[in-house]
C-alpha cells in the first residue's frame, strides 16, 4: 500500500507539470517609424534632386556629368594627357571651396592632404577625387546623402544640407608598396 502510494504521488509530479512556455513580446513593434523615415528621406531626396537639376538647367554652358555614385559635375580645367589618377593609399594633396546649393560660403580656398580612403573624407569628396588627375579643377554638386548627411560637420554645414564643391587636385604622391 505505501509503495502504491508512492508510485500515485510521483506517477501525479511527472504528469502533472507541463513543459516551459515562450513569453510573448510585452510589445510589438510596426515598423511604422522606418517606414516614415524612408518616406521621409525619399521626399527629402527628391526635393535635393530637384534643387539639383534647376541648377544644372540655370547653367547651359557648363557640361555636367551624372557620376556613377549619385552627384554630378563639370571640369573647370581638364588635363588630357595625364592619365595618373589616385588610387588607394595614394597621398593627394588638394584644394577645396564649399558653399550650400543656395552659394553661401562655407569654406572658402581650403588646402588639404588625404590618404585616399584611410582617412575620414565625406563620401562624396573621397569619390570626386578619384575623377581628377594632378592639376584638373572641377565643380561638385553632392546631395546631403554624399556630403555631411543627417550630422552635418558639427560646426558649418547643418542637417541635410546639399553642397557644391569646387575641388582642385594638386599633386599625388603615389603610394610605396
Known amino acids: ?8 504521488i ?45 541648377i544644372i ?3 547651359p554652358d557648363k557640361n555636367y556629368i551624372a557620376s556613377e555614385s549619385g552627384f554630378w559635375y563639370y571640369y573647370n580645367t581638364k588635363m588630357e594627357n595625364d592619365t595618373i589618377q589616385p588610387q588607394f593609399g595614394d597621398v593627394v594633396q588638394f584644394t577645396f571651396d564649399v558653399s550650400n546649393i543656395e552659394g553661401d560660403e562655407i569654406y572658402a580656398n581650403t588646402n588639404k592632404t588625404y590618404v585616399m580612403d584611410k582617412e575620414e573624407l565625406f ?6 577625387l578619384k575623377l581628377l ?20 560637420d558639427e560646426s558649418k554645414v547643418g542637417t541635410n544640407v546639399p553642397l557644391i564643391c569646387e575641388v582642385t587636385l594638386n599633386t599625388i604622391t603615389k603610394r610605396n608598396d
Do not use: W
Not at 1 to 8: H, P
Not at 33 to 40: D, V
Not at 133 to 150: N, R
Open 10 to 54: 510521483v506517477l501525479l509530479l511527472c504528469f502533472s507539470c507541463k513543459p516551459p512556455e515562450a513569453r510573448l513580446p510585452e510589445s510589438v513593434q510596426s515598423g511604422s517609424f522606418l517606414k516614415a523615415s524612408a518616406e521621409r528621406n525619399k521626399k527629402l531626396n527628391e526635393l535635393e534632386h530637384e534643387q539639383i537639376q534647376d
Open 133 to 152: 588627375k594632378p592639376t584638373e579643377t572641377a565643380t561638385f554638386i553632392f546631395p546631403s546623402q554624399k556630403a555631411y548627411g543627417y550630422y552635418g
Open 123 to 128: 563620401t562624396g569628396l573621397r569619390e570626386g
Open 1 to 8: 500500500m505505501k509503495n502504491l502510494l508512492i508510485l500515485t
Open 57 to 59: 538647367k540655370s547653367n
